[in-house]
């Protein structure tokens, strides 16, 4: 299976930049996509960016295209989502995840990381 540890996320006021990142680790050999998706309380989780294994076909929601870069550091088994220009409405967990076959849905998740951005 596929472990996936996200991390960085942190308080921040409206307007600033946060980096989060995530760890993957295992049989990683057969992940296809990977993405970020983030959840408020009180609502449905939703879509945020998504990549492939080998860093191509970025894939952004229209709430954070221009704002949000989503990369990958094979080295180190690494995707990251650079946020910026951050809004209230960005606060959420947001969760790492991974599928083995594109469009076939996400099989493995992370354990999220918190973010909150300030007024």
């Known amino acids: 299976q596929v472990q996936l540890v996200e991390s960085g996320g942190g308080l921040v006021q409206a307007g600033g930049s946060l980096r989060l990142s995530c760890a993957a680790s295992?049989?990683?050999?057969?992940?296809?996509?990977m993405g970020w998706f983030r959840q408020i309380p009180g609502k449905e989780r939703e879509f945020v960016a998504r990549?492939?294994?080998?860093?191509?076909?970025?894939t952004y929601a229209d709430s954070v295209k221009g704002r949000f870069t989503i990369s990958r550091v094979n080295a180190k088994n690494t995707m990251y989502l650079e946020m910026n220009s951050l809004k209230p409405e960005d606060t959420a967990v947001y969760y790492c995840?991974?599928?083995?076959?594109?469009?076939?849905?996400?099989?493995?998740w992370g354990q999220g990381t918190q973010v909150t951005v300030s007024s």
């Open positions: 995840a991974a599928e083995d076959v594109p469009f076939g849905g996400y099989n493995y």
């Open positions: 295992g049989r990683t050999f057969n992940i296809a996509t």
């Open positions: 990549i492939t294994w080998s860093g191509g076909s970025p």
